[in-house]
């Protein structure tokens, strides 16, 4: 098990559509736990596989686990080539969101408020997960990402102005980190 580089915003990887998983062998579980750490390590609430510069259909989550909070267990989940559904009611929300591949930004994303994800584990046994407010978030960012598109790409008028502005800027510092992170972690406790 090792924590791997995420790849960031300009990596070729990040906008090329991932490929289906075909073998449930011992790789892809090496894989799944490597993700599992780097995800951990970040801090983040999931990973897919390209942000660890592995073009297949793989994502991890676990929109409980607050590093700074040890007595909420760590449960991550792996689906492989999930299928992504959003709720027929089309009910949406707003809120913040951020990204392991676009250190520091966060911005205002409207998403589904309910979606589910079907797939299988890195063993091959079927799984399906549903979820409101962050978890929905979670699935729909991470699919976002094994079809080959960055949340930014998401962002309209002003917003997608001022990520364009950001983006243009130095690297953020520890400092804004940290505090972007903290606002991750409030988000987490209010389940937005």
């Given amino acids: 098990m090792a924590v791997l580089p995420i790849r960031t915003v300009g990596d070729p990887v990040l906008r090329t559509p991932a490929e289906p998983v075909t073998r449930f062998d011992a790789a892809l579980a ?3 736990e490597d993700m599992i750490d780097t995800m951990y390590a970040a801090p983040g609430v999931g990973l897919a596989a390209p ?3 592995v073009g297949l259909r793989v994502f991890v989550f676990d929109c409980e686990y607050d590093p700074r909070d040890e007595s909420v267990p760590r449960v991550a989940r792996t689906v492989v080539n ?3 559904t959003l709720a027929a009611d089309g009910e949406l929300q707003d ?6 591949s676009v250190p520091g930004l966060h911005f205002p994303t409207t998403r589904a408020l309910r979606a589910s994800v079907r797939g299988v584990d890195e063993t091959g046994t079927p799984v399906e997960y549903r979820g409101e407010g962050l ?3 979670c699935f729909q960012h991470e699919v976002d990402h094994l ?3 960055l949340y930014l790409e998401r962002l309209t008028g002003e917003v997608r102005t001022a990520a364009v502005r950001a983006l243009r800027e130095p690297p953020p510092s520890p400092e804004r980190v940290q505090a972007a992170g903290d606002e991750l972690r409030a988000l987490r406790r209010t389940g937005s």
């Fill in 82 to 84: 999930p299928e992504l």
């Fill in 30 to 32: 090496r894989l799944v």
């Fill in 147 to 149: 079809d080959g598109m």
């Fill in 51 to 53: 942000q660890i510069g």
């Fill in 95 to 100: 809120g913040s969101e951020g990204c392991l």
């Fill in 135 to 137: 978890l929905a978030r």
